[in-house]
């Protein structure tokens, strides 16, 4: 296993796996305030948005943590 994670070390350097993270947090953030606007303005029913909103990040944060995790075990 140590070949397999030393070969794939070689393969793609932290530095690029940060740098992804933090373009899919760039893209994160403008999809979240795009979609903030649209709930907030275009809205039929009070509640639905409220929930939709507390759904979107508690999702989108689960996965941008994880992937943290994941950047963070990688290059350590």
């Known amino acids: 296993m140590e070949g397999f994670r030393e070969s794939l070390t070689d393969f ?6 940060y740098a992804i993270y ?19 303005n275009y809205n039929a029913y009070s509640s639905i948005p ?10 989108s944060g689960a ?3 994880a992937m943290l995790i994941a950047v963070i075990a990688y290059s350590t």
Request: no cysteine; net charge positive.
């Open 12 to 17: 793609v350097s932290p530095a690029i796996l």
């Open 22 to 40: 933090f373009v899919a947090l760039l893209i994160f953030t403008v999809v979240s305030i795009a979609l903030m606007y649209h709930w907030k």
């Open 50 to 59: 409220k929930r939709m909103i507390r759904t979107y990040f508690l999702v």
């Open 63 to 65: 996965f941008l943590f």
